[in-house]
């Protein structure tokens, strides 16, 4: 059974970059059929999904994060990692990475999430 | 972007109880939806797709159903580990949106 994990700073000053990581075991993260993503979800909130990756290199992102987001992956450590430049108070959130399953649809493995607080 | 609004926002239902939750969506989505139980401190885990396939694993006491802008999550015989949030989310159209989430407890 594939299990993700996220890595990465939990505090990162504003105007800064957040860098996290989500190392995928369990499985190949450039078997086809699926999309590897990042979602996020501030305190007592709803989720929003950041944007994902597919194992040819392709990427989506949402809209409103697209200007700042960039995914990439490292197949030879079966990682892919997300970068938010110039981050804000508003960027404060659990960030969870996820496998979406590209031919049924829905999220069907996920991190465990990890805090990202952005202050100064 | 496809907005997805979930009723009721929180519910408290009796053990035993059969518990449904709305999701409706602002565009014709077909059948691309999830469900998601989330419980504090953990992730979300997939328990419906395609609006009413059972992903694998997950009791048969929860169903979904419905097409198009409306959809339909139903817990039948309420257990007290069913205490979560619940999320919709639409995989038609990208960006993909969650409802807003329905805060379930136990009464």
């Known amino acids: 059974q594939v299990q993700l994990q996220e890595s990465g700073p939990g505090l990162v000053k504003p105007s800064q970059t957040l860098s996290l990581t989500c190392s995928v075991s369990g499985g190949s993260i450039s078997s086809g059929g699926y999309y590897w993503t990042w979602i996020r979800q501030p305190a007592g909130k709803g989720l929003e999904w950041i944007g994902r990756l597919y194992t040819t290199g392709s990427t989506d992102f949402n809209p409103s994060l697209k200007s700042r987001v960039t995914i990439s992956v490292d197949t030879s450590k079966n990682q892919f990692s997300l970068n938010l430049s110039s981050v804000t108070a508003t960027d404060t959130a659990v960030y969870f990475c996820a496998r979406d399953r590209w031919e049924t649809g829905g999220f069907d493995s996920w991190g465990q999430g990890t805090l990202v607080t952005v202050s100064s | 972007d496809i907005q997805m609004t979930q009723s009721p926002s929180s519910l408290s239902a009796s053990v035993g109880d059969r518990v449904t939750i709305a999701c409706q969506a602002t565009q014709d989505i077909r059948t691309y939806l999830s469900w998601y139980q989330q419980k504090p401190g953990k992730a979300p885990n997939l328990l419906i797709y395609?609006?009413?396939k059972l992903e694998a694993g997950v009791p048969s006491r929860f169903s979904g159903s419905g097409s198009g802008t409306g959809f339909t999550f139903t817990i039948n015989s309420l257990q007290p580990e069913d205490v979560a949030t619940y999320f919709c989310q639409q995989y038609d159209d990208l960006p993909y949106t969650f409802g807003q989430g329905t805060k379930l407890e136990i009464k």
């Open positions: 395609d609006a009413s």
